[in-house]
């Protein structure tokens, strides 16, 4: 009863079309009517406290890190330096693309901000060179969704925050496989654009090469500072998100000098609101988190899902079926708000690694970002891109489902996330 209480009042809610934060409140206030223990004040004190944590003052660091690499030439340089790598290539603009992605995920963590500044970048290039405009969308919505895999990652944080897994350990895990998304992306954009006619611009020259390399380099130290300066221990993921938000307003200002302190000010604006209402959701799900505990949901959960937690690789790929579903109607972070404190007690009942757990966890979510109807990354990519959503969800199909099947891939054989993340330890 107390499962179909939790399912139908946070459904209903939201088939109301009432906020999500709203609707993990009302859930909660449902679930203490059901175990008669309703008691405002101690919904307010669990929404302060599931706001109260110093990992989470990473998200806003993070979140301020994004915009201003962004509004600050970093992202542009970054693309500029892969133009000079592989530009002349046949279909060189999307190899670009993805080289891009893979080396603006290891500086803001943000699916959103990275696909949005390669749309306003790239998309256009690739039109005018003469690619089929939704196949190039759909590339670039699935290279941005490589941003919460690679560190630093807010999703990272928000589920090691909800599912007490050790953060740094979730970042350097993340390293290889969000290189393997980056290596799906570069084999079947090469299988769907092998035959396109399109305009290859000229080789660059060396010094043109290192040139690129010159300007882009205090953007490409970032992501070295943050993996020697975690694997070394010499700051956490919260002073690792202060590193990458200071460092980059210093080259911003002081050595590209490409924002000033007024520009400065409509930054900071964007990177608080957004972060307002990650931490709104975080605090709002951990009323229902606790009450989830208290009503012991997981348990009930253990004893449907018994016959399979002697097998787990089974059990990887039916969470990994259900988190899909759930990806294609909620965003990645009440998925990871909403599915953690109930999954994890399965998953440790069932002896699977939960640092192997979250990489999947969040890969998953990551590419629920680009799943529709909702695919939140699509939308952005289609506003900024000025393209039809319906374009893009047609260009990003192939990209998804290889995407899937590295997936799947690491539900099969667990060794190719945990070996080299033992590398990384």
């Known amino acids: 009863m107390t499962m179909t209480v939790f399912l139908l009042s946070l459904l209903g809610a939201m088939a109301l079309g009432v906020p999500i934060a709203f609707a993990l409140l009302l859930c909660g206030v449902a679930l203490m009517w059901q175990l008669n223990m309703f008691d405002a004040q101690i919904l307010a ?31 542009r340089r970054i693309v500029n330096f892969a133009m000079a790598l592989v530009g002349h290539i046949r279909g060189g603009l999307g190899y670009v693309t993805i080289m891009a992605a893979v080396i603006m995920a290891a500086l803001s963590g943000s699916a959103v901000a990275d696909a949005a500044a390669l749309s306003a970048l790239l998309l256009p290039m690739m039109i005018r060179a003469g690619h089929d405009k939704a196949r190039s969308a759909g590339l670039i919505a699935a290279a941005g969704i490589i941003a919460p895999v690679i560190p630093p990652s807010i999703g990272f944080v928000i589920f090691g925050v909800a599912a007490n897994v050790s953060i740094s350990k979730l970042f350097l895990a993340g390293i290889v496989p969000g290189l393997l998304l980056g290596v799906a992306l570069w084999v079947t954009w090469w299988w769907l654009a092998r035959r396109e006619q399109v305009e290859v611009p000229p080789r660059k020259s060396l010094a043109d090469i290192l040139g690129a390399l010159r300007e882009a380099t205090w953007a490409l130290v970032l992501p070295v500072i943050v993996v020697f300066g975690l694997k070394f221990g010499v700051f956490t993921p919260t002073e690792a998100a202060v590193v990458a938000a200071v460092y980059a307003l210093l080259v911003s200002t002081l050595v590209y000098r490409e924002l000033n302190l007024r520009s400065l000010g409509p930054l900071f604006v964007m990177a608080a609101r957004t972060s307002a209402v990650v931490m709104f959701l975080v605090a709002a799900a951990m009323v229902s988190a606790w009450l989830i505990t208290v009503a012991n949901l997981p348990g009930q959960l253990i004893e449907l899902l018994q016959p399979l937690l002697d097998q787990p690789r089974l059990l990887m790929l039916m969470i990994m079926i259900i988190v899909i579903i759930v990806g294609t109607a909620l965003d990645m972070t009440p998925t990871i708000l909403l599915l953690t404190p109930v999954l994890m007690p399965v998953v440790k009942a069932a002896g699977i690694d939960p640092v192997y757990f979250g990489v999947l966890f969040i890969i998953n979510n990551a590419i629920g970002l680009i799943t529709p109807p909702v695919g939140t990354v699509l939308n952005a990519v289609a506003g900024v891109g000025k393209i039809s959503m319906d374009d893009v969800t047609r260009g990003v199909m192939p990209f998804m489902l290889a995407q899937f099947a590295l997936l799947f891939l690491f539900v099969a054989f667990p060794q190719l996330v945990m070996v080299p993340a033992r590398w990384f330890y």
């Open 45 to 75: 004190q669990n929404l302060l406290e599931g706001a109260n944590s110093f990992p989470l003052l990473a998200v806003p660091f993070f979140m301020l890190a994004g915009e201003i690499m962004n509004a600050g030439g970093l992202s």
